[in-house]
């Protein structure tokens, strides 16, 4: 007997063991089974096939145990593992990497979570013997006391005790050595519990699901009927609508059902809101999985998921999809325009909406995509007919959308009237928001205190000896960092070019938004919100729950303030600077920006009123910025995608960008054109590049770029063959043996 097995490596396809006699009842697709590999490793990997077939050409070596008594990785799992690696090209491996636990990956990687119990020793256990225990204490008061203790806390005395942990014991008041000395006298003994690391909502409560407005309720039935005829839905609803209400409502009926409910969000930032929500209704049903938790929790949520009472609702971020379901009946997509749902590195370099558009399918199920902005793929898909596609437009309780007005810092600036980055008209309209006791949200997406420093005299600026790109300056951590690769320098005191000691800043990062606006509003409760100040779970979910509660009341953010999160008293939202999304070199620079402004807009004017967004650039009369300003949605898809057609972009094309990696930069150059000679051979004038990408460089990787675009009628499983072929070709040239080459499939 056979077993092909995954191996947590990044090599193509799968590797076959032969089966000893003696485990051959044991092995079971799924399994994880611990085999030799090379000449002294060995790894856990999971069988994906048992077989009678001896390969060709080599000996099997034999599997040196199995694992599992029942498989960790159901069937359907199995195949959207195969669904990743085949269609993102990317080796199983490498999915298995990314989807297990490291727990689950090691031989004694995962230890469950104990406690240290004490109970009474077995010879005491009965009334008589208890008299002589007391008695032994009379000279002990300590210990008398602590054993009294003990013995009415853990309900001895009522006869009917119960578990209890030492920890509980000494927080009575009680030493360690008293505890301990009756440990020694042999009436008390210690014991290790094993429990568990999730968390227990409670009980569901779904008559607190809200009932839904008429509108809303229309947009409940219209994706139920668009569930007939359609695998997926999107709905396309204003933010603030209700969304969310409405997926309660169909997560509910799925569980009614007895169907599992997967609900993906973009980014943990959302994940604490939106925790809450769902766990007020749904309780103990509900699970939460995103890469923040630790691994120990994931392993316990893992293994729950293959036991007899699963989780019925799973909320959680990209990874998520990769989970074990049984029976899975909805899946739903929030926030789906969101970029973040594609994996950039390491490879799989996969996009969680299309793998959980698949993984629904594989089950049957529906899946609905959830959005205020749509993504013009997505939106292509609705108006072609290939999802159904169910609007709301109205905000609940007709809460006006904000009014958006564009201000011109280039006229401004001209005139001397900027205060740094910041309008007098936004500095008004923000104090004002203050002095009435609510709050303000300014958007900058560029964290840290300058994205560049130079000298005054020579214009030299830091840059990363590792990466082709400049420093960013952390005034607060007062050092120089790359965004890049992450090393971090120390702050020049003079220029090394010509000695200069005058070095100044160019640019605003959030840190130094959040300096000017402090001496600006003194009075004012500010936090920040971006990458360096939401490291840990914690500290995201202070800075939410104070926004929300009011503690703070001018937030200052990147792009993590642009997702769903939900305030009441938010008026003004200030957004500093729209240009730079502007100017990004990428063809979805204006969808990244139309999407981002929306957002960050969609904050303002929540509950009571109609908020203001005061949207500052220098080119107001774009139409990009007039679109977002009349929250006109068709208007700029159908810019869009007109130009999307005429330049061959998705959705009209495929994209696949193939990246080669190597030290020296004049090697990768070399490699990259006789890589795009060798695609040219198949691919002909759809093979575009090499080009040097704009950082060229990171982390000492030179590096070259070829784009193919691909019209959609191609078969993709020969684009792959050709692909893994010439990239094979290349890696068989003694030159390009360390050499990386790999691809990104659909590239965001
Ligand atoms: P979206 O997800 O579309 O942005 P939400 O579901 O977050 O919108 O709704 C916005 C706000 O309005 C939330 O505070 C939500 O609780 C409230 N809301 C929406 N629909 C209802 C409803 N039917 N009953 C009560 N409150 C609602
Ligand atoms: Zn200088
Ligand atoms: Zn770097």
């Not at 690391?197 to 607190?208: A, M, Q, S, T, Y």
């Not at 898909?381 to 596609?389: D, H, P, Q, S, V």
Request: net charge positive; proline share 5%; charged share 20%.
């Amino acid at each position: 007997m056979f077993v092909d097995v995954i191996l947590p490596l990044p090599l193509d396809g799968v590797f076959t063991y032969s089966v000893p006699t003696s485990e051959e009842g044991r092995v079971k697709v799924g399994a994880r089974v611990v085999v030799p590999f090379g000449r002294s490793k060995t790894y856990i990997g999971i069988i994906s096939n048992i077989h009678h077939q001896p390969p060709e050409g080599y000996q099997t070596k034999d599997i040196l145990q199995v694992v599992d008594f029942s498989p960790i990785l159901l069937d359907t799992q199995l195949k959207l593992w195969q669904w990743i690696a085949d269609y993102y090209m990317s080796p199983l491996g490498e999915v298995y990497k990314a989807a297990l636990p490291s727990g689950l990956k090691a031989e004694d990687g995962y230890k469950p979570k104990t406690e240290l119990c004490i109970r009474l020793a077995a010879s005491f256990q009965n009334e008589q013997a208890l008299h002589v225990a007391l008695n032994m204490l009379q000279r002990a008061d300590k210990q008398l006391k602590a054993f009294v203790d003990y013995l009415s806390i853990s309900g001895w005395d009522q006869g009917s005790p119960s578990e209890l942990t030492r920890d509980e014991l000494l927080n009575q008041g009680h030493s360690l050595p008293t505890v301990n000395a009756l440990v020694k006298r042999g009436l008390l003994e210690t014991y290790e519990k094993e429990i568990g690391r999730l968390n227990h909502g409670g009980e569901p409560h779904p008559e607190h699901i809200k009932p839904l407005s008429p509108v809303q309720q229309d947009a409940f039935n219209q994706i139920q009927f668009s569930f007939l005829k359609k695998n997926v839905t999107l709905l396309h609803g204003v933010t603030s609508s209700g969304k969310t209400e409405i997926y309660i409502h169909l997560i509910q009926q799925a569980l009614e059902q007895k169907k599992q409910v997967l609900y993906l969000l973009p980014e943990i930032a959302l994940t604490v809101q939106m925790m809450d929500r769902l766990r007020r209704v749904f309780g103990n049903r509900l699970g939460i999985y995103h890469s923040k938790y630790s691994d120990a929790e994931r392993v316990e949520i893992w293994q729950k998921q293959l036991s007899q009472n699963p989780y019925e609702v799973i909320l959680g971020a990209r990874s998520a999809v990769l989970l074990p379901f049984q029976h899975l009946g909805l899946v739903i997509v929030d926030e789906e325009h969101e970029t973040s749902y594609k994996q950039q590195d390491p490879a799989p370099r996969y996009h969680a909406r299309s793998a959980a558009i698949m993984l629904a399918q594989m089950f049957g199920a529906k899946t609905l995509l959830g959005t205020a902005t749509p993504s013009l793929e997505t939106y292509h898909n609705a108006r072609t007919g290939k999802y159904a596609l169910v609007e709301l437009f109205q905000r609940y309780q007709g809460i006006e959308l904000p009014e958006v007005q564009v201000v011109d810092i280039k006229d401004l600036q001209h005139r001397k009237m900027m205060s740094g980055p910041f309008s007098p008209i936004l500095l008004n309209k923000v104090r004002e928001a203050l002095e009435r006791g609510e709050q303000a949200i300014l958007f900058q997406n560029r964290r840290g205190y300058a994205p560049v420093i130079e000298c005054k005299q020579c214009g030299w600026v830091p840059h990363c000896q590792h990466c082709d790109v400049s420093l960013t300056l952390h005034r607060h951590l007062n050092q120089l960092t790359c965004h890049y690769c992450g090393y971090t320098y120390q702050v020049p005191t003079e220029c090394p070019n010509c000695g200069c000691t005058q070095l100044q800043t160019r640019g605003y990062g959030t840190e130094k938004i959040e300096a000017e606006v402090r001496e600006i509003f003194p009075e004012a409760r500010i936090a920040r919100m971006d990458l360096d100040t939401t490291r840990s779970r914690q500290a995201y979910e202070r800075i939410i729950s104070d926004f929300a509660a009011g503690r703070t009341n001018l937030l200052i953010g990147t792009q993590m303030i642009s997702k769903g999160l939900d305030f009441d008293k938010v008026s003004v939202v200030g957004i500093l600077n729209a240009d730079t999304m502007l100017n990004y070199p990428d063809f979805r620079a204006y969808e990244h920006a139309f999407t981002m402004m929306s957002q960050v807009s969609g904050r303002a004017g929540r509950k009571g009123k109609r908020g203001l967004v005061i949207l500052q650039t220098k080119s107001p009369d774009l139409p990009l910025i007039r679109q977002v300003v009349q929250n006109d949605y068709m208007g700029f898809y159908r810019s869009l995608i007109a130009e999307r057609q005429q330049f061959h972009y998705p959705p009209y094309y495929r994209l696949v960008y193939v990246y080669l990696k190597h030290r020296s930069d004049s090697l990768v150059e070399t490699a990259g054109i006789e890589m795009a000679s060798r695609l040219r051979q198949w691919f002909g004038a759809r093979v575009l590049g090499p080009d040097k990408p704009a950082v060229a460089k990171v982390k000492s990787l030179a590096i070259r770029k070829l784009i193919l675009k691909l019209e959609m009628g191609l078969k993709m499983s020969e684009v792959r063959q050709y692909l893994a072929l010439a990239q094979q070709q290349m890696l068989q040239d003694k030159r390009y043996s360390s050499l990386q080459i790999y691809c990104d499939v659909d590239p965001l």
